[in-house]
C-alpha cells in the first residue's frame, strides 16, 4: 500500500470541504456492539450526549470556525453504511464468533443517518449535543469528538509552510517509533490502538496503525477504529462504555435499582454477547463501591478494564477482589486504557508481568502525541481532553463519578446524590490530562 505524504496532503488540499469523518464505520467498535444491544432491548430510550471540554483553559470557539464545524457535521450526517462495509460486518468474525450482528440489526443499520445536533457558543467554549433516540445518538460520539479534534489541529497547522509541516510529521513520527521499538522490548506484551477520539487527524491515526502493524508484529493486537481494521486486516477491538451504566442508572426508580443498574448492565450484556465479550468497566460509579457490592458471578468474567484509577492500584484492588472471590488472577485479564504513555505502559507491564493476562489500549498519546514537535513555539497542537458523555436520559439527568473526581460528569445536585448512595471510598483526584 502506498503511503500518504501527510505533510504535503495537508499542505495541497484545494477543496471546498476536506471531510474528516469519511465513513460512518470510522467509529470505535464497541459503538456497534453497544449499538445492537440498545437497538434490541431499549429502541425506545431517548438519551442526549454533550460535549465536555475538561481543559478548560483551551477556548475551542476562539480556535475552531463555526462554519467549518457546522460543515463536517453536516457532511457526516450524509454518511450511510456502504454496501461493502455492510457485507464486512456481517461476514467477518469478531472475538472468534461468526455473525455478532444479527441480520435484522443490519437491516436497519444500512439506512442508519446521524440525527441532528444543537451548536452554539457560550464564553469561548462551543456547546454541542446531540438529543433524541439513544439508538440513534450514541453513533454520534465518536464523530463528533474526531471532527473537534481535528479541525484545531488544522487551525494550529493553518500557518505553516511546506517545510514547517514536513519537519513537524518528522519529529512526529521519529517521536512515536521511537516509542514502538521501546515497546518491542517487553516480551509477550499486548498493545491495540484505542486512539479514534482524540487523534490528531484520520490520516495520521492511519499511519500510527500501520506503524505498529509493522514495528512490532504480533503483539500488535488490532485497533478500535472499524474503518482501519477493514482495510488493514485488523481485529476490531472493544466492547462496552460508561454510557450503559450512566443510562440505566438515570432511569431507575429507587436507589436500590440505581444500586443495582451496573449489574443490570452486565447481565443484559451477557444475555446480548457472553464468549470472550465478558469485560466488565467498573468505575462509573467508583470501583471501590462496584467490588463491594458486585454479585459473584461477575467473578466469572474474563477480565475488567480499570479506566480511571491509576493501573497498577487499580489492578491490584481487582487481582486482590479476584482472590477472595476464589480465582486465579493468571487466568483473567486485566486491560488498561486511560491516558497511557509508554512510561506507564512499562511501567504496569513489568508490575503485573506473571500475575495476571494484559494488554494496553493505547490512546490519545499514540495516535495526538505532538508536542514539541512544531517548528515554532506553540501548544495549540497539545492534546486536550474532551469527551462527549450522555447528560441525560428520558428527560433525567445522567451522572458519572468515576474514580478521579476530574472526571466526574453531571449535575452537581446529582452526583452528591450518587456519592451518598455509591460512597466516595477509594476516589482519588489526579491531573487528567487527555
Not at 464505520?25 to 432491548?41: A, R, S
Not at 509477550?188 to 502493524?213: N, Y
Not at 485479564?333 to 486511560?338: A, E, R
Request: with cysteine.
Amino acid at each position: 500500500m502506498a503511503k500518504t505524504d501527510i505533510a504535503r496532503r495537508v499542505y495541497n488540499h484545494t477543496w471546498k470541504l476536506d471531510p474528516i469523518v469519511r465513513s460512518l464505520l470510522d467509529t470505535d467498535f464497541y459503538k456497534l456492539l453497544m449499538l445492537q444491544m440498545i437497538w434490541g432491548m431499549y429502541p425506545k430510550v431517548d438519551a442526549t450526549f454533550s460535549l465536555i471540554n475538561r481543559t478548560t483553559s483551551v477556548r475551542l470557539a476562539d480556535e475552531i470556525d463555526e462554519g467549518e464545524l457546522r460543515d463536517q457535521l453536516d457532511h457526516a450526517r450524509t454518511l450511510r453504511f456502504s454496501k461493502k462495509e455492510m457485507i464486512w460486518l456481517g461476514g467477518n468474525n469478531f472475538y472468534g464468533r461468526k455473525q455478532i450482528f444479527e441480520p435484522e440489526f443490519l437491516a436497519w443499520l444500512e439506512n442508519f443517518r446521524l440525527p441532528d445536533y444543537e451548536l452554539s457558543r457560550r464564553d469561548g467554549q462551543y456547546e454541542l449535543s446531540f438529543p433524541g433516540p439513544w439508538m440513534y445518538t450514541t453513533l454520534w460520539e465518536i464523530p463528533a469528538l474526531a471532527i473537534i479534534n481535528e479541525l484545531r489541529s488544522r487551525a494550529a497547522m493553518r500557518s505553516y509552510g511546506p517545510f514547517a509541516l514536513d519537519v513537524l510529521y518528522a519529529r512526529a513520527k521519529a517521536k512515536m517509533w521511537a516509542k514502538t521499538e521501546r515497546l518491542k522490548a517487553l516480551p509477550g506484551i499486548r498493545i491495540s490502538d484505542f486512539g479514534t477520539r482524540r487523534r490528531h487527524s484520520f490520516l495520521w491515526q492511519r499511519w500510527c496503525v500501520e506503524a505498529l502493524k509493522e514495528g512490532i508484529g504480533d503483539a500488535f493486537t488490532g485497533t478500535s477504529n472499524v474503518l482501519l481494521a477493514m482495510d488493514n486486516d485488523l481485529e476490531a477491538l472493544g466492547t462496552n462504555a460508561h454510557e450503559l451504566p450512566m443510562v440505566f442508572a438515570a432511569l431507575a426508580n429507587s436507589e436500590e435499582e440505581l444500586r443495582e443498574a451496573p449489574y443490570k448492565v452486565l447481565q443484559d450484556w451477557q444475555r446480548y454477547y457472553g464468549g470472550n465479550l465478558l469485560i466488565v468497566l467498573p468505575d462509573a460509579f467508583g470501583t471501590d463501591s462496584f467490588l463491594r457490592d458486585a454479585p459473584d458471578w461477575v467473578a466469572d468474567w474474563t477480565g475488567f478494564r480499570p479506566d480511571s484509577a491509576p493501573p497498577i492500584e487499580g489492578g491490584e484492588k481487582i487481582i486482590d477482589w479476584w482472590r477472595k472471590k476464589g480465582k486465579d488472577p493468571k487466568q483473567k485479564l486485566l486491560i488498561f486504557s486511560d491516558g497511557l504513555e509508554v512510561e506507564t505502559i512499562e511501567e504496569t507491564y513489568r508490575h503485573f508481568r506473571g500475575k495476571v493476562r494484559m494488554s494496553f489500549g493505547w490512546g490519545t498519546n499514540l495516535t495526538n502525541d505532538f508536542e514539541g514537535c512544531a517548528p515554532t513555539e506553540t501548544d495549540s497542537l497539545d492534546a486536550i481532553s474532551l469527551v462527549c458523555k450522555v447528560t441525560e436520559a428520558n428527560g433525567r439527568p445522567a451522572v458519572k463519578l468515576s474514580d478521579n473526581p476530574a472526571k466526574a460528569t453531571g449535575d452537581e445536585k446529582e452526583i452528591k446524590r450518587y456519592l451518598r448512595i455509591f460512597g466516595e471510598k477509594g476516589r482519588v483526584e489526579q491531573l487528567v490530562k487527555v
